[in-house]
DNA sequence: CCCTGTGAAATCCTTCACAGCC
DNA sequence: GGCTGTGAAGGATTTCACAGGG
């Protein structure tokens, strides 16, 4: 189909190289245009966008600029038209369905939440190690077996899973899920995954954000500590 | 007290200007150096310290060096040694008390979260805008009114709270918590958040991690069709 | 000889600044 | 005149590769 190009290196038309920074970023884009949507904006120019995403506007008119032209100059963005695109991008214009491994605390707050179905997302199956929880009713779901794992996967086609175990689980938990065919993987619990090529894995880890956050609030206490002492050294 | 030196332009001795990047790692080599040590592990190498993190070796090395020249030639680093200096840095060799605001599903799930104290962290607070749950008891903690905001911040000496409030309410709350001296927010609402300089934000948010997996999950599946389709292109 | 610590190269990301279009 | 789209500059981060100490 696609005919031969004179310099053979880079591989596309378009060139689908959307730098990973950028993806991490379409998600609060698309969140700010459902929010401008609803209020009722029509268009929004990129400094617009920058202030209701707290993204700096020549970052954002970069990041959209991978995806295409959907600008108008002198204008600005087509909110819906925008968002739609965005949302074709990320792969959200229809939802995926999901499943939870490890249903305590957090887990059923996960199952609680709901945010996802509005955001992409739709939560088909819930799954417990202990046999003492499975049969419970959780929401509109009940809490499946881990024996149930295969067919679940099979069955709904499911693709993306959340890890809620707790972490000497979860490894345990990966390796079946991969076996069953689910190739990204959002993990809670506090412990390195190691999963074959192939496999997406992102990790939300509530203790390392707070030590990130400790680490300048130090920082801020020692500044002020030193600031009294000497003035030569000034840490901002 | 600190000595003039010739050039003048930049602040220290030992230089404190540790990248960002590398900041957000630390916390991850605490862990593996904890779960090291548990396991009697005395010395490590940047090789099996990397394998045991997830990252790479050199990177991992050059991380390292900017706290200090904590290994030995030869030998690797002190698994013990290591742990306390990294500790230090980030500011958790003494635990900060924490404040939660927002006692829904997450909220509850977090106050019931074991891992705070052995990372560093102990919960001090739960507050909720709801009257009516204002009294309950969770876990060995009552849920205080937002009313006692300023008088627990100032008893506790609260400098980090996390927000697990719906995302409407988020802005209000953080106004509050910025008031009431707090200078470090941890937000689980999806909202973007705006605070006065000197306030760090940091963001955790389900639906986008789960939405950056659903874009490369969809390029997988791209790429499968494509494959079939034409094997001049092949998309990795 | 093994393993750290680190300059230098390579890569990735952000910001600047402005040409070009509406 | 206002705003997008984007080369080019500037920073930040990662990786390479090796000098040098134990």
Do not use: C
């Not at 249903?103 to 179905?117: C, K, R, T």
Request: glycine residues 10%.
């Amino acid at each position: 189909m696609t005919h031969m190009r004179p310099s053979a290196t880079p591989p596309d038309d378009v060139d689908r190289g959307i730098p990973e920074a950028t993806i991490a970023r379409l998600p609060i884009y698309l969140r700010a245009l459902t929010g401008l949507a609803e209020r009722g904006m029509r268009t929004a120019s990129s400094e617009q966008l920058a202030a209701a995403t707290g993204v700096n506007s020549a970052k954002l008119r970069k990041d959209l600029s991978y995806l295409g032209s959907y600008g108008t100059r002198g204008v600005g963005y087509d909110v819906e038209y925008l968002r739609y695109q965005i949302a074709r991008e990320i792969g959200v214009t229809e939802d995926w369905p999901v499943l939870i491994v490890g249903i305590g605390n957090l887990g059923q707050a996960l199952s609680n939440y709901g945010g996802f179905s509005s955001r992409g997302f739709r939560i088909v199956a819930l799954l417990d190690g202990d046999p003492a929880r499975v049969g419970e009713q959780l929401g509109d779901l009940v809490i499946s077996s881990m024996d149930d794992l295969d067919s679940i996967v099979a069955r709904e086609a499911v693709s993306i899973a959340v890890i809620a175990t707790p972490g000497s689980a979860a490894q345990g938990v990966v390796d079946r899920l991969v076996a069953a065919g689910v190739t990204s993987i959002l993990n809670f619990a506090p412990s390195v995954l190691t999963v074959p090529p192939g496999v997406d894995v992102r990790k939300v880890d509530l203790s390392i954000e707070l030590q990130i956050l400790a680490y300048h609030e130090q920082r801020k206490a020692h500044g002020g500590t030193q600031l009294a002492v000497s003035d030569e050294v000034v840490t901002l």
